[in-house]
């Protein structure tokens, strides 16, 4: 019903800056927010943040709060994750998710992408 689509991932030094986005299709307007998740090797997946297509509300996660910035363009149907000031812990698979739900941080979505690998060289 609703397919996405991570793109902008690569690899970037220590201290800069890279800009995710998730291209949605499909019955977009079945889900109320879009979330970004991101798993490490040999770590469990772990909530970045999320936004409800509103943007009237967004959530982050206490390891990117004042560096990462979610935000939305409802008329591309796209997500954005702008990511400043990297560390080396950021390294990571990044997925972005879709979903109707209450609770953006708890990980039940609907739907996933296939995720974006980022990589902070130190």
């Known amino acids: 019903q609703v397919q996405l689509v991570e793109s902008g991932g690569g690899l970037v030094q220590a201290g800069g800056s890279l800009r995710l986005s998730c291209a949605a299709s499909?019955?977009?307007?079945?889900?109320?927010?879009m979330g970004w998740f991101r798993q490490a090797p040999g770590k469990e997946r772990e909530f970045v943040a999320a936004?409800?297509?509103?943007?009237?509300?967004?959530w982050y996660a206490s390891s990117v709060n004042g560096r990462f910035t979610i935000s939305r363009d409802n008329a591309k149907n796209t997500v954005y994750l702008q990511m400043n000031s990297l560390k080396s812990e950021d390294t990571a698979v990044y997925y972005c998710?879709?979903?109707?739900?209450?609770?953006?941080?708890?990980?039940?979505?609907?739907?996933w992408g296939q995720g974006t690998q980022v990589t902070v060289s130190s």
């Open positions: 936004i409800r297509w509103s943007g009237r509300s967004t």
């Open positions: 998710a879709a979903g109707y739900t209450t609770r953006p941080a708890d990980g039940q979505y609907d739907y």
């Open positions: 499909g019955r977009t307007l079945s889900s109320n927010v």
